[in-house]
């Protein structure tokens, strides 16, 4: 008999599941880290793949896996092998909580990754490289399919170690507080992504439907989408304007055709602009398209369907063909989404097409200021009136319950456009900035993030994007980036036209109040653009663009140095690339949290 042995001591629930949580945590960045090493650096440097390809594969993966190498050294510094029970790690989730939206992109983004990689299958070149790849990276059992799974798998294990971790901390536990509110947190987060992948389902469905239907159809629907035209007065300019269609001057006191519904000017004659503008008024451009952000299908069904047009579309005029068709009762699908309602005729034995256009109409009509109407006219037939006077709409269901249904939608539908458009309050951001409520994408900036660059880390703004649906996107810019949109939206709308902008500030810029003001500004700036101006190529390239395409949108670049407003205090400066500092980063671009 020797000396007994100390058994070690058994780990209780809660040191197992925070162990739980660093193993998986170095064991996800381990994977993201060969992503890059093994797969994305090996496919740029052979061009095997365009860049824009591999924008769409790699997008954002760089500031995640940074995130989560600093996350992953917090947690190693603080889980270790003398962990006691009543140490804490809330506080390290909590601030790494902000980040995590950046899920939302790599989410929003995974469908157009899927078909990368379809075309990717079939690319020899591609197909040689990933061999290549795979060989390099035998000590990890993922290929590149499973590592760009991984971040969309990443989130909902959050949620259940979290949970866990929660459970197995006593409510009077130190690290009980924080731990609740990370849990709530990560849940909301994957709501948002799970909500986003909701949408992309529905994007899917939608292109299902005009898979079914001719270009006939097609047309017909892209031209009730945008059926709103514009409402001309005519009057003698207050002040000088740009003409919507040819860009030039209407002087102050000279004749103007106004909109008040969408704010555009037109010349009279002898130009007469005016008749030319194209007739879509209060609407964005990407209207005519059924597919667009915002909109999302709810409900699907079928009835037989009775259409009596009236007089005003016609001009009192209707052909013998369309009068027969109207006469007779005709199977219809229905179409419910959150702004429009869409009618379609079942046609049966026709090779190009399942379906026949019938009606398409806005719940709110916003040129004409009229809502459409629904009301019973027995217990299985609904009447839906449009907002215009298109025609009055019979759906003849097959059983009461469906009838109830289908008015409780409508009606919910009817309400809520009739709301939106009465509320009176402004909607207010973080910053204390009004955002109104109409806009189809409003944007918050809620704090910054290192990203790295080529000369070493920088700053990075996180940009926020809500849609009118309540789903989210987050991009990372540097200040230099809003500086090039600002440049190039004088050049085409013209400085008037645009909000303020926040000059370059080269003393204090590293203020923490500074760097407040600064996120509150720019936020400011982007829900200050006209909604037609989010229509842009360049507004839409910076909103669907992060800083991995900073080294391809450097001044100079897109147009010369000479056309830039050279006032004092706009232009940005040239540094020396610390991250950080002063003044500024590498590259001239001006750093963010010192801009």
Not at 50 to 75: K, M, R, W, Y
Not at 519 to 548: M, W
């Amino acid at each position: 008999g020797g000396a007994p042995v100390e058994k070690r001591k058994t780990p209780d629930k809660r040191t197992f599941i925070a162990m739980e949580l660093l193993t998986t945590e170095e064991s996800y960045v381990g994977g993201l880290e060969g992503l890059v090493e093994n797969f994305q650096k090996p496919l740029t440097e052979t061009q095997s793949l365009t860049g824009e390809e591999l924008g769409t594969l790699f997008g954002n993966v760089s500031p995640i896996l940074l995130f989560h190498q600093s996350l992953v050294a917090d947690l190693r510094d603080r889980i270790h092998d003398n962990w006691e029970t009543n140490d804490c790690v809330g506080d390290i989730l909590l601030r790494g909580l902000p980040y995590l939206k950046l899920y939302t992109t790599y989410v929003n983004n995974y469908s157009r990754i899927q078909e990368v990689l379809e075309g990717v299958n079939k690319n020899v070149k591609c197909q040689q490289t990933l061999m290549t790849c795979a060989y390099k990276a035998m000590n990890g059992p993922l290929g590149l399919q499973s590592l760009l799974m991984t971040p969309i798998q990443r989130i909902p294990r959050y949620v259940m170690l979290f949970k866990d971790l929660l459970d197995k901390t006593p409510p009077h536990h130190a690290d009980h507080d924080a731990l609740e509110r990370s849990y709530a947190s990560v849940c909301d987060i994957a709501n948002i992504i799970n909500e986003r992948k909701r949408i992309e389902e529905n994007v899917q469905k939608i292109a299902a439907i005009l898979a079914k239907v001719d270009e006939e159809t097609k047309g017909f629907i892209t031209q009730a989408l945008v059926e709103n035209t514009h409402t001309w007065e005519k009057s003698k300019a207050d002040e000088t304007v740009s003409c919507v269609l040819c860009k030039k001057d209407i002087s102050k006191g000279t004749k103007v055709y106004h909109c008040p519904v969408c704010k555009s000017n037109a010349h009279g004659a002898p130009r007469r602009c005016y008749e030319k503008v194209p007739k879509t008024c209060g609407m964005a451009a990407d209207m005519a398209d059924l597919v667009r952000p915002g909109r999302i299908l709810l409900r699907t069904g079928e009835a037989e369907h009775r259409a009596v047009h009236t007089a005003e579309q016609y001009d009192g005029v209707a052909t013998n063909k369309f009068s027969k068709e109207i006469q007779e009762k005709r199977r219809a699908d229905i179409f419910l989404f959150t702004d429009v309602a869409l009618l379609l005729w079942e046609r049966k034995g026709h090779a190009d097409s399942d379906y026949e256009f019938c009606s398409l109409f806005y719940f709110h009509n916003r040129v004409k200021g009229k809502f459409a109407s629904v009301n019973r006219l027995a217990p299985t037939v609904l009447e839906v009136h449009p907002p215009t006077a298109e025609a009055v709409h019979s759906l003849y269901f097959e059983t009461e319950d469906l009838c109830d249904t289908w008015l409780e939608q409508f009606s919910i539908r009817i309400r809520e456009s009739r709301e939106m458009f009465e509320k009176d309050e402004l909607v207010m951001d973080e910053h204390g900035s009004a955002v109104d409520p109409s806009r189809p994408v409003w944007f918050t900036l809620p704090n910054t993030c290192p990203v790295p660059g080529s000369g070493g880390q920088f700053m990075a703004y996180v940009v926020n994007m809500k849609f009118c649906d309540g789903s989210e996107r987050v991009i990372l810019k540097r200040y230099n980036q809003f500086f090039i949109l600002h440049q190039k939206l004088k050049k085409q709308v013209g400085k008037k036209n645009l909000p303020y902008f926040p000059p370059k500030k080269w003393v204090g810029n590293m203020k923490p109040k500074f760097v407040v003001k600064r996120r509150a500004e720019l936020s400011s700036y982007l829900n200050g653009l006209d909604i037609k101006y989010l229509q842009l190529p360049c507004v839409k390239h910076f909103l669907s663009t992060g800083c991995e395409t900073m080294e391809g949108e450097r001044l100079g670049e897109e147009f010369d140095i000479e056309d830039l407003d050279s006032s004092a205090g706009e232009l940005p400066e040239k540094t020396d690339g610390n991250a950080g500092s002063s003044s500024g980063t590498q590259d001239g671009h001006a750093d963010l949290q010192g801009t």
